[in-house]
């Protein structure tokens, strides 16, 4: 009987431990993922929204180039983290087919070799604080979708 209470124990004790750790906003259970996604930031009617373009492109060694171009919108490389009450300085978060690869802090990006198939390409707006900007209830996001053929 003692093994058995001690066996409940220790199961629901690990098993709460467990859970709590993954709950956690802090923990990132890949690379690419910091929880922030959630934080939405609507941007005012009266106040003009920064606007995001772009185009991916093949380069001559068969690299992909992303270049995205903004308006109405610093890159703020160094207030990253902070929480700041701008609508038009921050990061973008870059995104392929749904997988959050990296953050960017300019217009260019190589994304390397793509393998064969279809890829969406999204970029996303963000502020310092990591929150998406959103002008009336619409992401701002540069999105486009490239086919990769053999």
């Known amino acids: ?35 922030h996604e959630e934080i939405i930031i609507h941007i005012p009617n009266d106040i003009t929204p920064p606007t995001i373009t772009g185009e991916v492109k093949q380069d001559a060694s068969n690299s992909w180039l992303l270049k995205i171009e903004t308006s109405q ?30 953050r960017l802090y300019g217009p260019y990006y190589n994304l390397g070799n793509l393998q064969p198939g279809v890829h969406e390409i999204r970029v996303t707006l963000h502020a310092n604080n990591h929150g998406v900007f959103a002008y009336r209830d619409n992401e701002i996001a540069f999105v486009e979708t490239v086919e990769v053929y053999d």
Do not use: C, D, Q, W
């Open 1 to 35: 009987m003692y093994r058995f209470i001690s066996f409940l124990v220790i199961t629901t004790f690990v098993s709460s431990v467990l859970y709590f750790y993954n709950e956690s906003r802090h923990h990132h259970s890949s690379g690419h993922h910091t929880g």
């Open 73 to 102: 919108f610093t890159f703020t490389p160094e207030k990253t983290g902070l929480v700041t009450n701008s609508f038009h300085e921050g990061h973008a978060h870059l995104y392929i087919n749904g997988e959050r690869i990296n």
